[in-house]
């Protein structure tokens, strides 16, 4: 299972980390022991895009409906995702990656968003590979945030209602410097996309595996990979690829 050769276009693959919590549980663990393995799984899973040439990936990592979580469980995760990117960053630096943190930051706690827009600001000249971490992110607020900064511009009369397409949308995401996302992967067995990215995955490729995040690995990637490499990806048209 270590051998892949893709044979479709791969530019973006998006994933859904869930299971983190149940990992755990089923250790007799914390479920902070869970998100703590999760963090440092995305180690793998990116260097494994690297390595298979795709060009960005992103992750869904704190949505806009987790703050109904535990403060304590909250608190863990934001100073590990800030132990995370001080450490990626010298990574970033030396893959030339871009980071992009997809989501509206204000939020969280300050030394967090220090840490974030740092990343941000450090890498923003890079293009050989992108990593999107999705903080604070829900696809409605999204698309709200998007829908207002039209409606503005219109507004002001710099841009003409009739003007308006998809396009314009997208590029008012906080995704508007990706590519399109070609595969979305969700792990723990769930099937929803639970607010993700819901204009971005209009033609994407679903994959769900019953694999917990943590227990995510390189191998357990490739043969998602594989299965992406046999659908027919027709685009509403019939034509196969």
């Given amino acids: 299972m270590d051998k892949l050769n893709l044979t479709k276009p791969l530019n973006h693959v998006a994933f859904i980390m869930d299971g983190n919590g149940r990992w755990a549980n089923k250790r007799g663990l914390p479920r902070t022991a869970g998100h703590k393995a999760g963090v440092e799984r995305i180690h793998e899973i990116a260097d494994a895009c690297k390595e298979f040439n795709i060009k960005a990936m992103s992750l869904y990592a704190f949505s806009t409906e987790n703050w109904n979580r535990p403060q304590d469980e909250i608190d863990f995760l934001f100073s590990y995702i800030d132990i995370f990117f001080k450490k990626y960053i010298k990574t970033a630096h030396k893959d030339q990656t871009r980071i992009i943190v997809s989501g509206d930051i204000s939020r969280l706690p300050l030394k967090v968003q220090k840490t974030l827009n740092k990343a941000i600001d450090e890498t923003k000249d890079y293009n050989r590979f992108y990593f999107n971490v999705c903080l604070n992110y829900g696809s409605y607020a999204e698309l709200v945030k998007a829908t207002k900064e039209i409606a503005t511009l219109a507004k002001d009369n710099k841009l003409d209602i009739n ?41 994407s490729e679903f994959i769900f595996t019953d694999t917990y995040w943590p227990d995510f690995s390189k191998e357990e990637f490739i043969k998602c990979l594989n299965i992406y490499n046999n659908r027919n990806r027709r685009y509403g048209g019939l034509k196969n690829e």
Avoid: C, W
């Avoid at 396009?167 to 995401?173: K, S």
């Avoid at 996302?181 to 995955?201: A, C, P, Y």
């Fill in 163 to 203: 003007d308006i397409n998809s396009e314009t949308i997208n590029n008012h995401l906080y995704t508007k410097d990706l590519p399109p996302v070609d595969l979305l992967i969700r792990t723990s067995g769930e099937e929803r996309l639970s607010n993700f990215m819901l204009f971005q995955l209009a033609y």
